[in-house]
């Protein structure tokens, strides 16, 4: 096909928002994630779940008490939930751990939001994810790193392109 001119629909989702990623669910939703300023001002990750017409669902933010950018999200292969990506710099709030400047936050939650399980990974510097994709065994995050210990178990000097997969169960 072509692209056409006409806007088929145009869905306000947040102000003052960066986008990261969206997908569309085996039940022919929408999921969203992307960083959005939170009711105290502080920018957190968040997550959109619209319905087959766009209408909102649910919406979560999920993060740290610093800020946190939303940037990848994949349904789950059992189709119970979805695994999310972002950029935490603290451990507070959903965020249990942190092993450096920023780390690549790894959440699974469940199809109504819910915060299932979390883990960061990281080295002794910043991480920065870009992208999740899945397998039917595992996921791969890519990833920018400055660190070299922790999770990154090789690097060059200066900023690294940092691939690491992690089981899909």
Known sequence: GQINDDIISNIPIASNAYFGDIIVTSDNHFVLIYTAYNDVNDRDLFVTKLDQNKKELWTKNYGSNNTDLGFGVVEKNDK???????????????????????????????NDGVLIKERTFGGSNAEWPTKIIKTNETYTVLAKSDSYGGDVTATYDGTNIWIFEIDAN
């Open 80 to 110: 119970t939930g979805f695994i999310i990506i972002g950029r935490v710099q603290e451990a507070s709030k959903n965020v249990s751990q942190i092993k450096g400047q920023s780390d690549v936050w790894v959440a699974e939650i469940n």
